[in-house]
């Protein structure tokens, strides 16, 4: 006589709301791993700037050549005053 297998239990016993449940978090997680990966694969091209953005833009480039050559001429050593000492 053949043995007969016990009955196998099964180890995770889910009701339909808990398969469901889990299937909307694994859904969820898939989709964000998609999204991730398209976003990397397909960057946002630069946004054009406005007339407005371009001329303040401008403004703020000139300004910088203009306080650079002030800020170089700030730095620049300068010899202390002499002062005569009385004894």
């Given at each position: 006589?053949?043995?007969?297998?016990?009955?196998?239990?099964?180890?995770?016993?889910?009701?339909?709301?808990?398969?469901?449940?889990?299937?909307?978090?694994?859904?969820?997680?898939?989709?964000?791993?998609?999204?991730?990966?398209?976003?990397?694969?397909?960057?946002?091209?630069?946004?054009?700037?406005?007339?407005?953005?371009?001329?303040?833009?401008?403004?703020r480039?000139?300004?910088?050549?203009?306080?650079?050559?002030?800020?170089?001429?700030?730095?620049?050593?300068?010899?202390?005053?002499?002062t005569?000492?009385?004894?």
């Amino acid at each position: 006589m053949k043995r007969r297998n016990p009955p196998r239990r099964q180890i995770f016993v889910l009701t339909p709301e808990e398969k469901q449940a889990i299937a909307c978090i694994v859904g969820a997680f898939v989709l964000g791993l998609a999204t991730m990966q398209y976003r990397a694969n397909h960057p946002r091209p630069a946004a054009a700037l406005a007339k407005k953005e371009q001329s303040t833009k401008a403004s703020r480039q000139s300004n910088k050549r203009t306080q650079g050559a002030t800020r170089i001429a700030r730095t620049t050593p300068t010899a202390p005053p002499e002062t005569e000492d009385e004894e």
